[in-house]
């Protein structure tokens, strides 16, 4: 059994208003009594100090872009390393470069974007399908008091053209509440209601009747947004994007809604009545309890240490 690895992390990453996924994989694993050092550099004299390090760990390409002599120290030692990375490489030429040149570097690149796994393989990257999931700090509202018809909790980006413009058409025609950290840019679009920024823990008490989930310009098979989890994990009531694979996670018409771009306006123009009241209620309370109990960041980590096991077993 592993005990004890590094993780490179971010400068924020455990900030108390607005943790971020390394914070909670963290979490899980110590709670598995391995050992997680953590740096937010690479320090040649903690190496030399720790003893029998079972792996380097990290998630965000900007970190690891500026610590790469960590890689060199690691292979010069032979330590394994292990990036769980949790977007696409798709989104720029630039991106693209940065991810395939550390990835080939790397004994395990856990990702999503399976359409590429044949290109990364042939590159002589080692990638694995592993998702992202449900913080234990998403709670559920017994008794929400709804504001808003409909909701969406994201960010305003050049990369999400797509989804902007469907949220402003959705803008037009509904009572659509966006919580963003990018509130100037919805109202200089023209957005009507806009709001700070919510933390994911205070994201169940901010829900609307109807909660929208879209990803973004460059989601593909199996590749989709986190907020799938975060939504459900919150016991929003969710509409979701459809989106190939997704399907064996979550259940049409148990754990959320389901729609295709264009029939959004008449199955918002559906779920919002009165009479789904009852209905919605019990989907989003089915949603939630699934969401914990199979896409907890305790199950995702379960999988990430069985893959690295697995991995030794088979190198070693």
Sequence with gaps: MMKKF??????????????????FIINEMRGKNIEIIIGKSFNAKLFEAEKNIDGIIFSSLKVIWKEQKIIKYANKHSIDIYWWYFDTATISIRRKYKVNKIAKKVSIFFNKDVLKFNIYEESGINPI????????????????????????????????????????????????VIYTKDTEKFINYGFNNVKPFVAQHLISKN???????????HNSDYCWSNRIHIMMGSSGFSLVEKIKGIESFYKDNEHC???????????LNFWIQKRQDDIREKIRVSGFNHAHKFHSYKKRVEDFIQHIQTFSSTVY
Aim: aromatic share 12%.
């Design 6 to 23: 590094f993780y490179l992390v971010p400068n924020n990453f455990d900030s108390s208003s607005n943790p971020r996924t390394e914070s």
């Design 129 to 176: 399908w592993l998702d992202q999931g449900v913080p234990r700090t998403c709670k559920i509202n017994k008794n929400p008091n709804y504001k808003h018809d409909v909701s969406f909790f994201g960010s305003f980006e050049k990369t999400h053209s797509n989804r902007i413009k469907m949220l402003k058409r959705i803008d037009n025609q509904f009572d659509l």
């Design 257 to 267: 809604i389901y729609f295709d771009i264009q029939d959004l306006e008449n199955t």
């Design 207 to 217: 829900l609307a009747k109807v909660n929208l989930i879209l990803h973004g310009n």
